[in-house]
């Protein structure tokens, strides 16, 4: 921390110089900024050993020279008491000779650092057997009224905010007359120590990944009322797996403090926005910050490298600063942009909110077009090329391959029209070039929709929206996937009636079909996902007859299409047309021989589904229940014999890619089953040896194919299923759900660090945190429950931003602010109880007109209506 040692005086000596100006009849504005500058250079000067004179800043600053001579004898006379008290020759502080071993409830272990506010200490906390870092004050008799107050806002201000990307505050004490403040121990180097390393050849995406990260954290800070001030490299810290957290919030504002507190110039010039020397500073004012520290990640060397402090200052006010592709110019056009549009010296022209920068350096790193700078349509087709490579190539050679089949079958059928002798030529022509087409689409879609992951879009949390399918979909498709998916059914269309007795256009169209309702549902299109399916099912019943489509492949086809309907339905709450759905799957499984293994998987898919419906259709009466459960325990034991039946017998035939599918998908369905009869199961130990039984069917599965996310996350899925109302009701099944959890969120988080834009993680870690929260509300613990749901509505409210018209995500978020309410309410907080209400309405309403009666919508706004009526 460059200027540390002398913030604590700047307020003081600035008051000083304040006085000393109105006598001399100077404009307060330039000098008071101008001399405490000067004087904090001298102190850091006389700090570092270093003995400078009066008369040489005389010398070099005549226009300041009355001010300098009153100020500076004064300033340097209760410098020198200072550090013989408490700071060191080198500038930094000093605990008076004490060397402490024990602090209260902490074990100090080894010095790890020191500035000049304080001595940072690696220690044990022996109570909660952690590791974490206390920072001492030198010595709170020495320190004046101001340091301290620093320091105890520093530990304030730090400790309200929780990110990812902000080092933990534990808290505060004082203990044998020294004051102290609790961090998190973050196990790295600060960012100025990786860039001396590195030089000027620091990765500029790593550069823009961790100021992404830094720009996140910030927007956190500013939304939480809080200005950091002083973002510098010295002020970030690198863990080893190179995540940013940004610390010492010593210098920190919030801004519902007094506005006066913005006179004070504090902080690190070098660093600074030009407003702050006129003791101004905002939002933007960290942006700027940021934005010199991207500059210096890519440079290796500072924006402004002037060591006197009036050059420095002049060179901040008038931006003297080299061009970043000058010093380096392998640096791409739009990074540079990111970086000149948040250094601009004028407020207005940088990014207004640190979101707005996050999100465009977000946009570079997906090589996406930046907000900053507009780009032509070409251009944007060009990176988007760029971005799918393999998708444009295969689109180009589809859409080729079409051109040739129409030409190739329109001069057919003039040389039929013109030489009949030469018709059977023709026509072996046009069957050729339909094969290449088709062989060309299917490349496509294979590209475009790979089973790679074989995940489905699902939900789960503690109000039961949770439900089930099969892991059969790549992972995380993007609109642009579904897009060309859509674009491929017209072609599939127009092939088909250039050769209308071809089957195998038909089934390639169905299962392009199924592919894109699968990604549609992944994207949280359910409606489209649910159109797409009835379009594959008419065209599947009215065109196989034509096609001479076998039999057997037909019901396959069915069975498969109607599965996914069921599930489609399911996920939009149409749970008759999803039973409906299912039974109709059955009945065209069943028509296909026993020994037919794809449609045997189909069978015991549509039984599971019936055997586990999502646990929010409730039934009215016991008796209605009970039917209930008979009828799900004959649909569990039907697919429970299928699956071990298949389980049992060796597969044969078929691809490497097809048996691993098969395999997963298997085991899978078998873990399913137990865990359904886990939950109909009275006996406690039955319902843990099923539940048992489940997760060690998941892992074994893990141990043969260990990268299978699918697999993985329905291991998530399985530990985070806790009923919160049936199954949590003692302080024993709490603890025993909380433990389920943690596990949940252990296994989810390698999911989270390979896949951090994945939709369907987040949403299932947004789920995990809700439900600990309730369970610490229902131990009585509001402020843990607090902090487990700040987590799910971080993670949530990312998710709305990133789509703010998905219907899904607004409704969860409305949900979340509903637990807010209630836990305000619990606390008496009245006015925060309002204010969630409000939130959570104004989710609502923000949903399209067109979602607005969907069963999940409607089902939401009932949940937090409940919640206001008793109120009125």
Known sequence: MVLAGWKTHATFMGQIVWRFLFMLDADPDDTFASVDVLASDFLARYRDGDRPTIDEYVRRHPELAAAIQKMFPLVLSVEKVKIDQQVSGDGTATLAGRSPKQLGDFRLIREIGRGGMGVVFEAMQESLGRMVAVKLLPKQSLLDDAALRRF?????????????????????????????????????????????????????????????????????AHHSGVLHRDVKPANILLDENDTAQITDFGLARNRQDDLTMTQALSGSPRYMAPER????????????????????????????????????????????????RLLRPDVPLDLETIVSKAMNPEASLRYQTAASLRDDLNRFLLDQPIQARRISPLSRCLRWCRRNPRIAASAGIALASLSLATLASTAGWVIVSQANQRTAEALRQSEQTV????????????????PSAGIRDTGFDDSGFDNSGSPILRLNPSPHTAKVLE????????????????????????????????????????????????????????RSEMTALPENEKQRLLASLYNELAAANASAMRFDESEAASLEAITAAMKVPASDREAQLQLARAHVALGAPASQRRRVDSSSVQLAHQQQR???????EILEQLHQTPEEGGTVQESRGQGSLLEVLRAQVR????????????????????????????????????????LVEALAGVNLRREVRTPRQRNEARMRLRESLDELAPLRRQFPDTTLFAVAEVHVWHKLSNIARSAGDLSLASEHLDNAMR????????????????????????SVAEIGDLQGDTEGKLAAIENASADLDAIAPSDQDQPFVLQTRQRIEELVLPDI
């Not at 960290?286 to 500072?302: F, H, N, R, V």
Request: glycine share 4%; net charge negative; with cysteine.
């Open 675 to 714: 865990l359904a009869e886990s939950r109909l199961a009275k006996r406690p130990g039955l319902k843990q040896d099923h539940f048992a039984e489940a997760i060690k069917i998941f892992r074994r599965q893990l141990d043969a194919t260990p990268d299978d996310t699918a697999v993985r996350f329905r």
């Open 487 to 542: 674009s491929i059914q017209p072609l599939y269309e127009r092939l088909s009636q250039q050769s209308p007795s071809r089957p195998d256009v038909i089934v390639q169209m169905i299962r392009a079909s199924i592919r894109l309702a699968l990604i549609q549902q992944q994207l949280g299109q359910t409606s489209a996902a649910i159109d797409s399916l009835d379009r594959g099912l008419q065209v599947l019943l009215t």
């Open 634 to 640: 004959e649909h569990l034991n039907a697919a429970h």
């Open 795 to 818: 993670i949530q409210t990312q998710l709305v931003e990133e789509s703010p018209e998905n219907m899904t995500h607004r409704c969860w978020r409305a949900l979340l602010y509903r």
């Open 277 to 324: 020397f006129q003791g101004l500073s905002d939002e933007r004012s960290d942006i700027y910050s940021l934005g010199l520290t991207l500059y210096e990640m890519l440079t290796g060397e500072p924006a402004f490298v002037d060591s006197d402090p009036h050059q420095l200052m002049e060179s901040v006010r008038q931006h003297r600063v080299k061009s970043v």
């Open 435 to 450: 094969d290449v087409a088709l062989l060309s689409l299917d490349g496509v879609v294979d590209i475009v929709a790979a």
């Open 152 to 220: 105890q806002r520093e530990a304030k201000t730090a400790a309200a905010m929780h990110h990812t990307n902000i080092v933990p505050v534990f808290g505060t004490g004082e203990a044998d007359g020294t004051s102290y403040l609790v961090m998190q121990l973050v196990q790295g180097e600060t960012l100025d120590k990786k860039i001396t390393e590195a030089g000027a050849s620091f990765d500029f995406r790593r550069a823009s990944l961790i100021a992404k990260q830094i720009a996140d954290a910030l927007d956190y």
